[in-house]
């Protein structure tokens, strides 16, 4: 889920998606919806749905406290 919404790269706060990689720095993360800011992630999902974000910005939601 999704936790920031201030950066540039707009993501809307509490959007959920799956994490399906990363690079260096980022997660790799297909939200289950589409929004303005998303991409394809070079053509591996639909339009509008991926994003590179910072793993800070994430809440995980499948850790059992």
């Given at each position: 889920m999704n936790m920031n919404s201030t950066?540039?790269?707009y993501?809307?706060?509490?959007l959920r998606g799956t994490v399906i990689g990363?690079?260096?720095?980022k997660v790799i993360v297909?939200?289950?919806d589409q929004f303005i800011g998303g991409?394809?992630?070079h053509y591996h999902?639909?339009?509008?749905?991926?994003a590179f974000v910072n793993p800070?910005?994430?809440l995980n939601l499948t850790k059992k406290f």
């Open positions: 950066l540039r790269e993501i809307p706060f509490g990363r690079t260096e720095d297909l939200f289950d991409t394809d992630i999902c639909e339009a509008y749905r991926g800070n910005y994430l």
